[in-house]
């Protein structure tokens, strides 16, 4: 993304502003972004906190050359019908919405005006993120290539097909929350066998962070490093049997399969609404 570019945010509750405070860490000039929020709180909070310009929809995308819409999935329709009109044909619409595919936004939007589709994640707040990148119809490698700039602020980018991203969604969109969760059951684990509850806390999390990076840093398979913990006849087995027993493993496959197609039925939704509107003759204008 060159030096001039300038970056709306429409939508700034926690993803929103993620993404702003990773760019403002990375060293982006505030001056090049500005954002909107429906909620008048939110949007003094957030003046107060990183001193950015905060608009109205209409005029944020009059400045902008790239716009990011970091709405929930179910207000994306009325923001894009909001917006619509007045996209340029040159300006970069990104969605971060899970669900929300890419053809839908493209029919609310101006004939051939890029739409990019994101999957980020919250560990973003610490340059951890993990987020994926799909291309619409009218979007080209240099459109794929600013929205990667600006998510690497953040974290790592893998640029993959659109069909990927309801997967991605449940893997690692929403994986934190299954990590947090096996952090909170860990914690209780602690407690209930008497340890003090912040001795528990330290514990877990530096095994839960030691783990991660253990991952990282070597490459190794994950069933390596637990078989490298796992002594004969000792405390780890015992502790697998367990798990084993409560079909731990069948039950995540089960949780991400219905985080998938949680975000399958969004966009069903997105696109019942669409059709509904085009019965209805409520057409937004789009031609895209
Ligand atoms: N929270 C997460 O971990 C992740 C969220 N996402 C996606 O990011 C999007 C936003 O999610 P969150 O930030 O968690 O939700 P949120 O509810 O914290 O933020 C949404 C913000 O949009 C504002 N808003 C709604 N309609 C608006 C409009 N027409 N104009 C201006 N502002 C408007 C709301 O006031 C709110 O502050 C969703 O589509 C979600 O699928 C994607 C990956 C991870
Ligand atoms: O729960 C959700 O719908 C959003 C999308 C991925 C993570 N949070």
């Given at each position: 993304?060159?030096?001039?570019?300038?970056?709306?945010?429409l939508?700034?509750?926690v993803?929103?502003?993620?993404?702003?405070?990773?760019?403002?860490?990375?060293?982006?000039?505030?001056g090049?972004?500005?954002a909107?929020?429906?909620?008048?709180?939110?949007?003094?909070?957030?003046?107060?906190?990183y001193?950015?310009?905060?608009?109205?929809?209409?005029?944020?995308?009059?400045?902008?050359?790239?716009v990011?819409?970091?709405?929930?999935?179910q207000?994306?329709?009325?923001?894009?019908?909001?917006?619509?009109?007045?996209?340029?044909?040159?300006?970069?619409?990104?969605?971060?919405?899970?669900?929300?595919?890419?053809?839908?936004?493209?029919?609310?939007?101006?004939?051939?005006?890029?739409?990019?589709?994101?999957?980020?994640?919250?560990?973003?707040q610490?340059?951890?993120?993990?987020?994926?990148?799909?291309?619409?119809?009218h979007?080209g490698?240099?459109?794929?290539?600013?929205?990667s700039?600006?998510?690497?602020?953040?974290?790592?980018?893998?640029?993959?097909?659109?069909?990927?991203?309801?997967?991605?969604?449940?893997?690692?969109?929403?994986?934190?929350?299954?990590?947090?969760?096996?952090?909170?059951?860990?914690?209780?684990?602690?407690?209930?066998?008497?340890?003090?509850?912040?001795?528990?806390?330290?514990?877990?999390?530096?095994t839960?962070?030691?783990?991660?990076?253990?991952?990282?840093?070597?490459?190794?398979?994950?069933?390596?490093?637990?078989?490298?913990?796992?002594?004969p006849?000792?405390?780890?087995?015992?502790?697998?049997?367990?798990?084993?027993?409560?079909?731990?493993?069948?039950?995540?496959?089960?949780?991400m399969?219905?985080?998938?197609?949680?975000?399958?039925?969004?966009?069903?939704?997105?696109?019942a609404?669409?059709?509904?509107?085009?019965?209805?003759?409520?057409?937004?204008?789009?031609?895209?």
């Open positions: 993304m060159a030096d001039h570019d300038r970056l709306a945010i939508g700034a509750g993803m929103g502003e993620t993404v702003l405070s990773g760019l403002l860490r990375a060293g982006w000039d505030v090049r972004i500005v909107t929020d429906r909620r008048p709180a939110r949007e003094a909070e957030l003046k107060d906190r001193g950015v310009r905060m608009l109205t929809n209409l005029d944020a995308v009059a400045e902008a050359d790239t990011l819409m970091v709405v929930k999935p207000d994306m329709r009325d923001l894009l019908t909001e917006i619509g009109p007045s996209v340029r044909p040159d300006t970069l619409i990104v969605s971060l919405a899970a669900g929300v595919e890419t053809i839908l936004i493209e029919d609310l939007l101006p004939a051939g005006v890029p739409v990019v589709r994101v999957m980020p994640n919250t560990p973003a610490v340059d951890e993120g993990m987020a994926t990148i799909s291309a619409g119809r979007a490698d240099d459109h794929v290539q600013r929205v700039a600006i998510l690497a602020a953040t974290g790592r980018v893998l640029v993959v097909p659109e069909k990927y991203q309801d997967a991605v969604t449940a893997i690692s969109g929403t994986g934190p929350a299954y990590l947090f969760f096996v952090v909170e059951a860990m914690i209780e684990a602690g407690v209930h066998l008497g340890l003090p509850r912040d001795t528990a806390t330290e514990l877990v999390v530096q839960m962070l030691g783990s991660a990076k253990l991952l990282r840093e070597t490459g190794e398979h994950p069933t390596v490093l637990r078989e490298r913990v796992t002594s006849g000792g405390t780890t087995a015992a502790a697998i049997r367990e798990l084993e027993q409560h079909r731990v493993r069948a039950a995540f496959m089960g949780a399969e219905a985080a998938r197609d949680r975000s399958r039925d969004l966009a069903a939704a997105a696109r609404a669409a059709v509904q509107d085009h019965q209805s003759g409520n057409d937004h204008g789009g031609t895209g």
